[in-house]
């Protein structure tokens, strides 16, 4: 049987990896609140709307993000239908995709196809890849499209003869992430390049033949679909995309709490668990480098994260995923720092330096045991989450003889074991995570209490929601809503909505209806009475997680049917 060469098979267990650490079992939760039922309310509207070009949400059209996740979402939904599956095949897939990409990146910069295969294995097992790859967001998409267009440039720098096709390749991949995200899509993989190729004094390459034609594409990729919503509705969209959602965000914390210095380098650091402490040790390792004569793939990965990070740090409005495209570098610096330092499953002899990857395995192992006694505290303290506290106990037992062979392991130097078994620990919690789903769905979704609204109530009757369970209700019922949020702020995002944030405004809202039904948290259903005033009663009639179904009504009226 002929040998199958070292790189095929890579890839082939890259692909299998992926599919089990990314893709499998994500259907066995429902859409949660508020960003995939959002996302997915767009794209099924969409089809509603027969529109491939407006998005459209509560009704209306929506203008926060561009339009790329929402046709792959359609694509998904004409196809299988509006299931979480469908909802999550094409971030699990741009994942999948984003790990070979990776592969090929590390081959080409480091010419080592055995470090490229442990950075593209970091990356796909650490938390905030598997995160975004198993749920519905922009940010998994739009980063493998940055990562696709810097392989794109670095193909073409690294072998002369592919220059013109790396650069034409640059620029529509960069246009398909200006889709997925917006000018953002551009201006992030563009200022990497040109910082790269700054500090190389390579700068004439930007003159080359390859480039003018590539930014021609570029235009006629990304620009038509902007043209199109700026032709069609005019300062509207102007205001709410470039305006609120790119300018403002720059200006003002939607997150207040997160508008520190500090939050992206602690978030990183805890993103990239349970490479976190490899990915410290790697970073100083690679910052050394830098000091001395350092190949052109390091300066080019240091550009990479040094704009991510300036790009997104002087913003005010922060979130981890924000600087999710520079986890494809680190995770490359970290995939070097591992078989350099002798830490990996490839080594046939110890190196002298192994002393160093061991005291990191052990560290990862004393950080995980929190794992098993969190999930022993939490089911004690929080039983309203788990009905049967046994699976929890005895998966917190599974993982302390896990944590316990992981140890053994690392003290013995048996890094073959120890690098995968800390590749397959947030599988390990995640397949735990979907099998105890049915218990805490009800928390985290709107399925429930929409089914229950869609079997009892008037099928014309709107919906009262707390804010927070707007998107969720609209969709799994597909009503009309209202949205009551007494003193609140309003979306950072304008939703098409009536917005009830003053007690005339509800109580107006409760006079033009025989009857209301509401999806409330417990806080609003306990000061009810009050806000609804004595001219109306209300009945709780089911409760789903945080969710409160309640019927309010005049008083004299009974409570019917239900």
């Given amino acids: ?111 080592d196809g055995r470090k490229a295969f442990l950075s593209a294995v970091v990356l796909m097992s650490c938390g905030l890849y598997v995160g975004l790859s198993r749920t519905v967001f922009t940010d998994l998409i739009f980063t493998v499209f940055i990562l696709l267009s810097l392989l794109a440039f670095w193909w073409g720098y690294a072998v002369e003869q592919r220059r013109q096709a790396g650069w034409v390749l640059f620029f529509v991949f960069s246009a398909l992430a200006v889709l997925t995200k917006g000018p953002l899509g551009l201006i ?18 930007v003159a080359g033949g390859g480039f003018p034609l590539g930014l021609a594409l570029f235009c006629l990729v990304a620009l038509p ?96 995923s924000y600087v999710f495209p520079y986890f494809p570098a680190l995770a490359l610096m970290t995939g070097y720092f591992l078989e350099e330092a002798g830490a990996t499953c490839f080594l ?41 506290r046994t699976p929890v106990v005895v998966f917190a037992g599974i993982l302390v003889v896990y944590l316990a062979v992981y140890m053994a392991a690392s003290a013995r130097r048996r890094f073959s074991w120890s690098f995968w078994m800390t590749a397959a620990f947030l599988p390990l919690l995640l397949v735990f995570a979907l099998s105890m789903s049915p218990h805490f769905e009800s928390y985290v979704s709107s399925r429930d209490a929409g089914r229950y609204l869609t079997e009892k109530a008037d099928p014309d009757a709107p919906v009262l929601c707390s804010k927070f369970f707007a998107r969720g209700i609209r969709f799994y019922t597909d009503r009309q809503i209202a949205v009551i949020d007494i003193n609140g702020d309003g979306y950072f995002s304008p939703h098409p909505v009536e917005y009830l944030n003053t007690i005339e405004k509800l109580r107006d809202y409760l006079k033009r209806r025989l009857e209301t039904y509401a999806v409330l948290r417990k806080d609003y259903v306990k000061g009810l009475g009050r806000l609804i005033g004595d001219d109306y009663r209300y009945d709780v009639l089911y409760v789903a997680g945080d969710e409160h179904i309640v019927r309010i009504y005049p008083k004299g009226q009974g409570l019917g049917k239900i």
């Fill in 1 to 111: 049987m002929p040998k199958i060469p070292a790189n095929i098979k890579f890839i082939l267990i890259l692909l299998l990896l992926g599919f089990v650490f990314l893709m499998a079992g994500n259907g066995l939760l429902s859409l949660t609140n508020p960003d995939e039922v959002f996302y997915s309310q767009t794209a099924r509207e969409m089809q509603q709307q027969h529109s491939w070009m407006t998005p459209y949400l509560f009704g209306a059209p929506q203008f926060e993000k561009p339009v790329m996740t929402f046709w792959l979402l359609r694509l998904s939904f004409d196809v299988a239908g509006a299931t979480p599956f469908a909802a999550r095949f094409f971030p699990a897939l741009f994942g999948i995709v984003g790990v070979i990409a990776l592969y090929y990146l590390g081959w080409l910069g480091f010419r």
């Fill in 188 to 205: 992030i993989p563009l200022s990497v390049v040109l910082l790269f190729l700054v500090l190389r004094r390579e700068a004439r390459l």
């Fill in 225 to 320: 679909w902007y043209i199109f919503m700026f032709k069609t509705y005019g300062h509207v969209f102007v205001h709410e995309f470039f305006y609120n959602d790119h300018w403002r965000r720059l200006v003002e914390a939607e997150h207040p709490a997160a508008d520190t210095w500090y939050y992206y380098p602690l978030s990183t650091v805890g993103s990239m668990f349970p490479w976190s402490l490899f990915f410290i040790a790697a970073f100083g390792g690679f910052v050394k480098t830098l000091r001395r004569q350092a190949p052109p793939f390091f300066w080019f990965l240091s550009s990479w994260v040094v704009v991510v990070f300036i790009v997104f740090q002087v913003a005010h409005s922060k979130l981890t």
């Fill in 348 to 388: 046939k002899e110890m190196r002298p330096g192994a002393r160093g990857p061991r005291a990191l395995y052990l560290l990862t192992g004393v950080f995980c045991l929190a794992f098993p006694l969190g999930l022993i505290v939490a089911s004690s303290r929080f039983p309203q989450y788990v009905a049967d």
